[in-house]
């Protein structure tokens, strides 16, 4: 079997070269990937002779699949190796009928190919002609739109086969190769009676004609124009005709057929009110277009069902040479506006016909500030899409008021600014009549756009004019430092923190500064920024007492709590509502590194307490963050006494939660009083030996000044807790203690009975 592989490897690197065609997609992969061996039958150039030592191998199955589902025949088919296909066939005739990952049989691919003399061996080995690939399409049908007459006239003559069976789009034979412009085709099946040449599609209503016209396709379009049964006048579901089809794409043979031969009416409206002229005024830029337009006589104010005109159309789509036609006519109104209120000075603007803005702006009737129903004006669309050229033309007009503003308030110098169009910008600031700091509805300034998006060159602009309000603030209360902040927009914020008269402090509504969101995003450099104004109060809360500290503490930013904490005036203490001060909530989230960092100022109060009168280590302990009141009893100023009110200490707090590791930590800590009684009189020993705690109870009585004879209020000692308990072992240990310190006392010197 080795000298097998190595054989076939030799066949491979020296018989198979991979192919590509439109039809065929990817080449082979190699002998041992996908089918293997098999698939280099297809690849191979004819090859015959190895070929057959590969289909004589045991094992070899011609019915196994590649990653596109196509098999060895599938692959040769397509390609035109007619010997391989015959050898294939041969050994297994069946695999004509398998069908790929698009449902393609291999009569498909030869008849998309236009292999003849395979389309006729496989039809002769019971190929199923009137198969359906996912497409909805025959092989018949591939063939026809991909010109290969000789095919189609081999699949037609299968008596099965009805030449107007469509596709899954409703598209016939005649219709593919009409679109296609295959003359030969189409002569063909036009000399079938059986074949309608008026026969549409299904998703466009288009019929053979106006795909031909369409596409441009002039001498196909006589073919069918010749046929005794077309109807040339047949429009689509839009009510569109071949006429406005080739009108559209100025295809000016094909018109001068339609018009000669079918006297075809460039009048004929489609359903939305459009003509042929209509639509060859938007997209034919040739000479002709204004010939025929004058051999035509139309009116040229005559406007379609969204009230749009001649000029409209053209100066949308750039047709200079039919707008100049159209502006030396006296009875064009170059202001009639559509049914949006657009003028054709809107249009051109808009779509960036730069010629024909031009054009319309030498008329000195029109009126550049008329504006559509959203209440933009050719100078705010020219802004809003970016549009240099056109805001020169435009500002060159001493009547346009450059401070018009849309229905959502945005004027051109705030849409140019939210774009970043630097030079649109300049344009209209060069403007003394321009306001730059004209808010839109929603109290947004240009300059607050520009901070916003990053457009540091924009706000530099701005920042120039004099008479430019850096801090005002939008609805909401955000001012352009806190947008720039907001967004992490440091070269921004750096241009705004460099004027004097820019306020780091202002806060929107929620009461939030930008140095608190600054904090609460955690970029450094920003919080950095903010920290080097020396008048930038860090302590200021928002609405819910929420510090900037708070933020970074609550986000885990910790380098910037770290600069907040360089800063002396931060209060590390303060609380939000709820009284949860920055190392309360560090605490809470198990945060120790953030600890640490607030536990080196010393302005930090450890003993801080809550509404229950529980300090840090209280919480530490019922949390069960050892580490945390490690780091608290670390600090010197820490009372570990400091009573609940409850009257509880965290050493006894400790013992009830039986949290023997907190026992021990607290006890290590020199100044921890282990007699110290709740408001019922309780000690730390008495609750251990209470809840049967036998380490904590040994901790305590290791302590030197412990005292196991207390009684609490009600006359109950650490033993008789024991005993009522009944836990021998902790009886046990207190009775030892006892005698350990009698014997002490007996043993001591000068003691006498």
Same mark, same amino acid.
């Given at each position: 079997?080795?000298?097998?592989?190595?054989?076939?490897?030799?066949?491979?690197?020296?018989?198979?070269?991979?192919?590509?065609?439109?039809?065929?997609?990817?080449?082979?992969?190699?002998?041992?990937?996908?089918?293997?061996?098999?698939?280099?039958?297809?690849?191979?150039?004819?090859?015959?002779?190895?070929?057959?030592?590969?289909?004589?191998?045991?094992?070899?199955?011609?019915?196994?699949?590649?990653?596109?589902?196509?098999?060895?025949?599938?692959?040769?088919?397509?390609?035109?190796?007619?010997?391989?296909?015959?050898?294939?066939?041969?050994?297994?005739?069946?695999?004509?009928?398998?069908?790929?990952?698009?449902?393609?049989?291999?009569?498909?691919?030869?008849?998309?190919?236009?292999?003849?003399?395979?389309?006729?061996?496989?039809?002769?080995?019971?190929?199923?002609?009137?198969?359906?690939?996912?497409?909805?399409?025959?092989?018949?049908?591939?063939?026809?739109?991909?010109?290969?007459?000789?095919?189609?006239?081999?699949?037609?003559?299968?008596?099965?086969?009805?030449?107007?069976?469509?596709?899954?789009?409703?598209?016939?034979?005649?219709?593919?190769?009409?679109?296609?412009?295959?003359?030969?085709?189409?002569?063909?099946?036009?000399?079938?009676?059986?074949?309608?040449?008026?026969?549409?599609?299904?998703?466009?209503?288009?019929?053979?004609?106006?795909?031909?016209?369409?596409?441009?396709?002039?001498?196909?379009?006589?073919?069918?124009?010749?046929?005794?049964?077309?109807?040339?006048?047949?429009?689509?579901?839009?009510?569109?005709?071949?006429?406005?089809?080739?009108?559209?794409?100025?295809?000016?043979?094909?018109?001068?057929?339609?018009?000669?031969?079918?006297?075809?009416?460039?009048?004929?409206?489609?359903?939305?009110?459009?003509?042929?002229?209509?639509?060859?005024?938007?997209?034919?830029?040739?000479?002709?277009?204004?010939?025929?337009?004058?051999?035509?006589?139309?009116?040229?104010?005559?406007?379609?069902?969204?009230?749009?005109?001649?000029?409209?159309?053209?100066?949308?789509?750039?047709?200079?040479?039919?707008?100049?036609?159209?502006?030396?006519?006296?009875?064009?109104?170059?202001?009639?506006?559509?049914?949006?209120?657009?003028?054709?000075?809107?249009?051109?603007?808009?779509?960036?016909?730069?010629?024909?803005?031009?054009?319309? =702006?030498?008329?000195?009737?029109?009126? $550049? !500030?008329? %504006?559509? /129903? &959203? +209440?933009?004006?050719? *100078? #705010?669309? @020219?802004?809003?899409?970016?549009?240099?050229?056109?805001?020169?033309?435009?500002?060159?007009?001493?009547?346009?008021?450059?401070?018009?503003?849309?229905?959502?308030?945005?004027?051109?110098?705030?849409?140019?600014?939210?774009?970043?169009?630097?030079?649109?910008?300049?344009?209209?600031?060069?403007?003394?009549?321009?306001?730059?700091?004209?808010?839109?509805?929603?109290?947004?300034?240009?300059?607050?756009?520009?901070?916003?998006?990053?457009?540091?060159?924009?706000?530099?602009?701005? =920042?120039?004019?004099?008479?430019?309000? $850096? !801090?005002? %603030?939008? /609805? &909401? +209360?955000?001012?352009? *430092? #806190?947008? @720039?902040?907001?967004?992490?927009?440091?070269?921004?914020?750096?241009?705004?923190?460099?004027?004097?008269?820019?306020?780091?402090?202002?806060?929107?509504?929620?009461?939030?500064?930008?140095?608190?969101?600054?904090?609460?995003?955690?970029?450094?450099?920003?919080?950095?920024?903010?920290?080097?104004?020396?008048?930038?109060?860090?302590?200021?809360?928002?609405?819910?007492?929420?510090?900037?500290?708070?933020?970074?503490?609550?986000?885990?930013?910790?380098?910037?709590?770290?600069?907040? =904490?360089?800063?002396?005036?931060?209060? $590390? !203490?303060?609380?939000?509502?709820? +009284?949860?001060?920055? *190392? #309360?909530? @560090?605490?809470?989230?198990?945060?120790?590194?953030?600890?640490?960092?607030?536990?080196?100022?010393?302005?930090?109060?450890?003993?801080?307490?809550?509404?229950?009168?529980?300090?840090?280590?209280?919480?530490?302990?019922?949390?069960?963050?050892?580490?945390?009141?490690?780091?608290?009893?670390?600090?010197?100023?820490?009372?570990?006494?400091?009573?609940?009110?409850?009257?509880?200490?965290?050493?006894?707090?400790?013992?009830?939660?039986?949290?023997?590791?907190?026992?021990?930590?607290? =006890?290590?800590?020199?100044?921890?009083? $282990? !007699?110290?009684?709740?408001?019922? +009189?309780?000690?730390? *020993?008495?609750? @251990?030996?209470?809840?049967?705690?036998?380490?904590?109870?040994?901790?305590?009585?290791?302590?030197?000044?412990?005292?196991?004879?207390?009684?609490?209020?009600?006359?109950?000692?650490?033993?008789?807790?024991?005993?009522?308990?009944?836990?021998?072992?902790?009886?046990?240990?207190?009775?030892?203690?006892?005698?350990?310190?009698?014997?002490?006392?007996?043993?001591?010197?000068?003691?006498?009975?």
């Amino acid at each position: 079997m080795t000298a097998v592989l190595r054989f076939l490897e030799r066949v491979w690197t020296a018989f198979c070269r991979p192919v590509r065609s439109r039809a065929l997609g990817s080449p082979p992969v190699g002998p041992y990937g996908g089918p293997g061996p098999l698939r280099t039958l297809a690849a191979m150039r004819g090859n015959l002779e190895v070929a057959e030592v590969l289909l004589d191998l045991k094992g070899v199955s011609l019915r196994k699949k590649d990653h596109e589902g196509r098999t060895p025949l599938s692959w040769a088919a397509g390609n035109g190796y007619q010997e391989i296909v015959q050898a294939l066939l041969r050994k297994d005739s069946a695999t004509s009928r398998i069908v790929d990952n698009i449902s393609r049989t291999p009569l498909f691919w030869a008849a998309e190919n236009g292999k003849e003399d395979i389309v006729n061996l496989l039809l002769k080995k019971d190929a199923n002609a009137e198969h359906v690939d996912s497409r909805g399409q025959t092989a018949l049908i591939c063939a026809a739109e991909n010109g290969h007459e000789g095919v189609v006239k081999i699949l037609l003559q299968q008596k099965s086969i009805n030449p107007d069976t469509p596709d899954q789009d409703g598209r016939t034979l005649l219709s593919r190769a009409a679109g296609g412009g295959f003359e030969g085709v189409v002569t063909f099946l036009l000399g079938r009676k059986e074949v309608d040449p008026n026969v549409a599609d299904i998703r466009y209503g288009r019929t053979p004609l106006s795909w031909a016209a369409g596409n441009g396709y002039a001498t196909v379009t006589r073919l069918l124009l010749a046929h005794k049964d077309i109807n040339p006048g047949l429009a689509d579901k839009t009510g569109r005709t071949p006429l406005s089809w080739a009108a559209q794409y100025g295809h000016e043979e094909v018109m001068k057929v339609l018009v000669e031969q079918t006297e075809a009416s460039p009048m004929t409206r489609d359903i939305e009110g459009r003509t042929p002229i209509s639509w060859a005024a938007e997209h034919w830029h040739g000479e002709s277009c204004i010939s025929y337009l004058e051999e035509a006589g139309l009116g040229l104010d005559l406007p379609d069902n969204d009230g749009r005109t001649l000029l409209s159309w053209a100066a949308a789509g750039g047709n200079v040479r039919l707008v100049k036609y159209l502006l030396k006519h006296e009875d064009v109104n170059p202001n009639l506006a559509d049914r949006g209120y657009r003028t054709p000075l809107s249009w051109a603007t808009a779509l960036g016909s730069q010629e024909a803005v031009y054009l319309l =702006l030498q008329r000195t009737d029109v009126d $550049p !500030n008329l %504006a559509d /129903r &959203d +209440g933009y004006t050719p *100078l #705010l669309w @020219a802004a809003a899409m970016g549009s240099q050229e056109a805001v020169q033309r435009l500002l060159e007009r001493t009547d346009v008021n450059p401070n018009l503003a849309g229905k959502d308030g945005g004027t051109p110098l705030l849409l140019a600014a939210a774009k970043g169009s630097h030079g649109a910008m300049q344009l209209l600031l060069n403007r003394t009549d321009v306001n730059p700091s004209l808010p839109d509805k929603g109290g947004r300034t240009p300059l607050s756009w520009a901070a916003a998006n990053g457009a540091r060159e924009a706000a530099q602009l701005l =920042l120039k004019r004099a008479d430019v309000d $850096p !801090n005002l %603030a939008d /609805r &909401d +209360g955000q001012t352009p *430092l #806190l947008f @720039a902040t907001e967004r992490g927009n440091q070269e921004t914020m750096q241009l705004l923190l460099e004027r004097t008269d820019v306020n780091p402090n202002l806060a929107d509504k929620n009461g939030r500064t930008p140095l608190l969101f600054a904090a609460a995003i955690g970029i450094p450099e920003v919080v950095r920024l903010l920290l080097e104004r020396a008048d930038v109060d860090p302590n200021l809360f928002d609405n819910d007492n929420e510090t900037p500290l708070l933020f970074a503490l609550a986000n885990g930013n910790h380098e910037a709590m770290q600069l907040l =904490l360089e800063r002396a005036d931060v209060d $590390p !203490n303060l609380g939000d509502k709820e +009284g949860q001060t920055p *190392l #309360l909530l @560090a605490l809470a989230n198990g945060n120790h590194e953030a600890i640490q960092l607030l536990l080196e100022r010393a302005d930090v109060d450890p003993n801080l307490a809550n509404n229950d009168g529980q300090s840090l280590l209280f919480l530490a302990i019922a949390m069960g963050r050892q580490k945390a009141l490690q780091l608290f009893l670390n600090r010197t100023d820490v009372d570990p006494n400091l009573a609940d009110k409850a009257g509880r200490t965290p050493l006894l707090f400790a013992t009830a939660m039986e949290n023997q590791g907190a026992v021990q930590l607290i =006890l290590e800590r020199a100044g921890v009083n $282990p !007699n110290l009684a709740d408001k019922d +009189g309780r000690t730390p *020993l008495s609750w @251990a030996a209470a809840n049967r705690s036998q380490g904590v109870v040994q901790l305590l009585l290791e302590q030197d000044d412990i005292d196991p004879s207390i009684a609490d209020n009600m006359g109950l000692t650490p033993l008789k807790w024991a005993t009522r308990n009944w836990h021998p072992r902790i009886v046990g240990q207190l009775l030892e203690y006892r005698s350990r310190t009698i014997l002490k006392t007996i043993q001591r010197p000068g003691h006498s009975w």
